[in-house]
């Protein structure tokens, strides 16, 4: 079977997916959504933007011919993974999401479980605080109803319109960043407290250890609910999932 995948993006499980894919000479292009001024730059080629819901993906995996869809998409981009449930149920194209297995809380962590960004909001109804606010810029506006606090926002663009915070500082600096990094930011900035998504994984997760070794709370975002998929946790589970053997192997022979 000649391959000819569409892997949807945005991660670094994604990278890692497509520059073994790159190295083992199949066929796929990377798909973004675009929201990064500067993208990483990728082993294959690549495709920016939406597909206009669920027939724009349709047309889009007939058109193309795509054998199969690989859904590398952050844990919070529900409405493409929606979208990529019910496109690849219509045309029969297997569907994997390459998922991170979410943050169960340790011991040390002080978290207060929130079911969505209005939960976490809503919690955020407190005397003023110093907050890192590491939620993405596309949700900053809705933190606007709570003006007491200091909010620290690192971001990975500058932002392109003003910002809905009286008192707040950006740091824009692209990931992923060590416990260190995170430690001496969070006392830089005197931290009281931080929210966060339950994005899972290891990339992210500086700022959830850090907090753990400050001993401040977490206002933790659960994930939003995607219809139900197969799901796999590493490169090697993808790899074998598309029937390409030896694949696993390439990385290891190359020295990568």
Not at 150 to 175: K, N, S, T
Not at 181 to 186: F, I, K, P, R, W
Request: net charge neutral; charged share 20%; with cysteine.
């Amino acid at each position: 079977m000649t391959h000819n995948l569409l892997v949807l993006g945005g991660t670094s499980e994604a990278t890692a997916l497509c520059q073994r894919l790159s190295e083992a000479g199949i066929r796929a292009t990377l798909s973004y959504a675009g929201r990064v001024a500067r993208p990483a730059r990728q082993a294959l080629p690549q495709r920016i933007g939406g597909f206009g819901g669920v027939e724009g993906l349709i047309a889009y995996l007939r058109n193309n011919a795509i054998t199969h869809v690989i859904d590398a998409t952050h844990p919070f981009a529900a409405q493409m993974s929606t979208n990529a449930v019910a496109a690849c149920a219509e045309l029969g194209v297997p569907l994997v999401a390459l998922t991170r297995l979410p943050w169960q809380a340790e011991a040390g962590d002080d978290w207060i479980n929130v079911s969505d960004i209005a939960g976490a909001v809503a919690a955020l109804q407190r005397p003023a605080m110093r907050v890192m606010l590491a939620v993405g810029r596309m949700h900053l506006a809705e933190f606007a109803p709570n003006p007491q606090h200091f909010y620290l926002l690192r971001l990975i663009d500058a932002p392109d319109a003003p910002l809905p915070f009286p008192d707040c500082e950006v740091v824009q600096a692209r990931g992923p960043f060590t416990l260190a990094d995170d430690l001496e930011l969070m006392r830089a900035q005197r931290i009281d407290l931080v929210v966060s998504k339950n994005a899972g994984g290891g990339g992210a997760s500086a700022k959830i250890e850090a907090a753990r070794a400050l001993g401040l709370p977490v206002i933790m975002i659960d994930r939003p609910a995607i219809p139900a998929r197969r799901e796999m946790h590493s490169v090697e589970e993808v790899l074998a999932f598309i029937g390409h053997s030896g694949v696993a192997s390439i990385g290891t022979e190359r020295g990568v």
